[in-house]
């Protein structure tokens, strides 16, 4: 079985930075593709960006330029790495494994997933 924990959810001004880990259990982590998706409050789930088998990565357009994840696969974790962070960044940030290992940005294409991490920008 394949579990995923997050960390490193916590309240931070906004320009702020702030990097999240998430810790991958169980799997072949390597082969995987790994996505990182937010859900803010009243909001549906978003697609923040994503890093394939080869750590080619992809984001979302509304974090592009600001956000940046990288992998380490001998510590099966991956980051996500957030700078100038603004108020509209607020939301539970979730890690999601996909195991054909090619990035999606539909939510439906992952297989498993954390539990989310908390991320609160305060203006």
């Known amino acids: 079985q394949v579990q995923l924990v997050e960390s490193g959810g916590r309240l931070v001004q906004a320009g702020g930075s702030l990097r999240l880990s998430c810790a991958v259990s169980?799997?072949?982590?390597?082969?995987?593709?790994m996505g990182w998706f937010r859900q803010g409050p009243g909001k549906v789930r978003e697609f923040v960006g994503g890093?394939?088998?080869?750590?080619?990565?992809s984001y979302g357009d509304s974090v592009k330029g600001r956000f940046t994840i990288s992998r380490d696969n001998a510590k099966n974790t991956v980051y996500l790495q957030m700078n100038s962070l603004k108020s509209e960044d607020t939301a539970v940030y979730y890690c999601?494994?996909?195991?054909?290992?090619?990035?999606?940005?539909?939510?439906?294409?992952?297989?498993?997933w954390g539990q989310g991490t908390q991320v609160t920008v305060s203006s």
């Open positions: 999601a494994v996909e195991t054909g290992g090619f990035v999606s940005i539909f939510d439906t294409n992952y297989d498993y």
């Open positions: 169980g799997g072949a982590f390597s082969s995987y593709a």
């Open positions: 890093i394939n088998r080869g750590a080619i990565t």
